[in-house]
């Protein structure tokens, strides 16, 4: 992995553990009430799994443009 993946991953963890020790209140959605705490922590998790995703990709385009060039 990438120094700037692990960087963003730790980040999105450091984040989550604020989250988790510092949110107490809900929110009121379709008519229930969801704790704070879990709106945020799905959110950065969405956010944590986009960037593996693009971390993904840039590495298989860079297999693409290594064997375009080869052959």
Known sequence: MSKKLLLALAAYAGLA???WFT???SVSLAS???PLRAVTLTLLGLFAV???LHAQRERVEQ???RDQRIG
């Open 17 to 19: 553990v604020l989250a």
């Open 23 to 25: 949110l107490d209140a």
């Open 32 to 34: 229930r009430d969801v």
């Open 50 to 52: 986009r960037t593996l």
């Open 63 to 65: 297999g693409r443009d």
